[in-house]
């Protein structure tokens, strides 16, 4: 099972229903703005996980869209408001939308999407309780989703634990996979105890992506990515690598280097490698691929309980996907 | 029945279930931002609304009070990000959210007590296709409250018509009045006409209510409403008493003075009583009262269909008030 293949299809599968909720009315501005970022496309990463969990529980993969394209709307909400927060000017080549429709549109465009999603989710054709039960996943999703970018915000230019790094990455990340999958799960018509299996892959196969990400954005390509390397640096970011080098540097002098190179915007292209020569010498960026490496191993081994399916070879092979890819 | 003491008497019944969907948890910043408006209290008119319409229809309002928790909390999210938005830095006497706690943390809070709202929809005790009607009423409202407040920021500065002016208002004030007095009503049991009617009634009720507001902002007394009267002609907003003013004024040069005055941040008191001069000379701010009365009575119409109730009385006596209070 190719991820990337069935990413592709999924894709097709989506792009249609995710166009056709956002109906053409005043104020087109802000119609426009809340179109962007769900009309862009992107990996559709979540969509595909709630399909692939209503398949792979024996349910209708169909009866799932109105959740997959309802979690691709909440995604692309947080993006347009974490974007303003962060200030970014640029997402994936695209103008964001504060700066290409100004503040409050951005605002208004993100709360509208929101709105929109539930909108949608109003539509599964379930039973009034598994409505209920999708809806507490989600909504709680949402909530946690607010509280993992209140933690990274207040974390900004701070080393925080490990403990508290991998806090603020299941609460800013895994939360939504989690809610596609067990979303999907629900959908399809799991049991409760499937349902929650499905709910601990997704939140490991989160933890393993972030994890990953954070490996990309020092170890990564940047002509691949398309993110600047070494940015988490300049930023000051307190990734995986790097709570785990402010234990393992053992060298105080190297300690005090690496310590100034982290969150100076005035790195050079040779500070960054240096940056990751430190990394590499305290063993940090081997710690970071073993840690994404042991929670894809969780996460693939909650899915035991799934019959044989090629949806549940998709969830095996994103979850492989996700520590094994340039961007 | 007086409006007002029921109204006391709802926040009584309301204030604690508003208090107890918040948990202690981390972060608290985060926590005490989005607690800090449900908490304040207020007038609580929408939560009165979704219990009145339940009982009114011969339901149980205690079944309702999820929805009314609900709405408070979506009318607070929206209130949050206006706030900001509008960059106002007090809201009945409080420091806004965004000076309080920092822009990001602004953001947050409103998009946290939104996903709050819907968590606390989910607890409804109904079948699942009266929770799909009701949360086709709140997400149709939150969709439109943006296009409102979009609008609303589009027009800044400008004259709009009659009619732009009366579709701005039905988004920004009116749609989240009828989703809580349909959404009540739903699970109160209503047929699909009752439900129908109520939904008008609020619909109407909204637009008497922001009308009366703009009278109140022009002719009201500053020291009960707590807002300097004059701000909406020092801003420029073109309320329904500027839309018909610009017709009326037959004099071109009184009608030069009228616009000189509109939008002046530096306009005086004496400014102020000069454009209230020349706004109940055209017949201004007759006609918004007159219109403001038209809503109310043709809100009140639309309870015809209901049998003599408490609740019902409650409905007729908060249009009443809608266009008879100080502040």
Redesign the interface.
């Known amino acids: 099972m190719d991820a990337k293949q069935y990413l592709l299809k999924t894709s097709e599968e989506v792009d249609g229903p995710i166009k056709s909720y956002i109906k053409n ?3 087109q ?2 119609i426009e703005a809340s179109r962007q970022y769900p009309y862009a496309g992107g990996k559709r990463m979540r969509p595909a996980i709630v399909l692939a969990a209503a398949g792979a529980v024996g349910g209708d993969r169909s009866k799932a869209m109105p959740l997959a394209v309802a979690i691709e709307y909440i995604h692309n909400f ?1 993006l347009i ?1 974490d974007d ?2 962060d200030g970014d000017d640029k997402r994936r080549g695209m103008t964001t939308i504060h700066v290409g429709y100004g ?3 951005a ?6 999407l ?3 999603a ?2 949608v ?3 599964l054709d ?4 598994r ?2 039960d999708v ?2 996943y ?3 999703a ?2 946690d ?3 993992g ?3 990274d ?2 974390n900004e230019g701070k080393i925080v634990s490990e403990d508290v790094y991998i806090e603020t990455i299941r609460l800013k990340t895994s939360v939504l996979f989690a809610a596609a999958a067990s979303g999907g799960a629900i959908i399809g018509g799991a049991d409760k105890k499937t349902v929650e299996a499905i709910n601990e892959y997704a939140m490991a196969l989160g933890l393993g992506f972030q994890i990953y990400d954070d490996y990309l954005g020092i170890a990564g390509d940047s002509s691949k990515t398309g993110k600047s390397v070494g940015n988490d640096i300049r930023k000051g970011k307190c990734t995986i690598l790097v709570t785990h080098a402010m234990e393992h540097i053992k060298d105080p002098q190297v300690l005090a280097e690496f310590k100034d190179l982290l969150g100076n915007q005035k790195d050079t292209k040779k500070d960054i490698d240096r940056a990751r020569e430190i990394l590499k010498e305290a063993g940090s960026i081997d710690y970071a691929l073993k840690c994404a490496r042991q929670k894809i191993d969780e996460a693939i081994s909650k899915l035991d309980c799934l019959e044989p399916s090629e949806d549940k070879d998709f969830m095996i092979a994103l979850a492989e996907y996700a520590i094994d890819r340039d961007v």
């Open positions: 009315e005043e104020p501005k802000l947080t408001h303003y927060m503040m409050p549109t605002i208004l465009a993100g709360d509208a929101f709105a929109k539930f909108q989710i109003a539509e379930i039973s009034g309780d409505l209920k809806l507490r989600v909504t709680t949402v909530w989703l607010a509280r970018q209140e933690m915000t207040a």
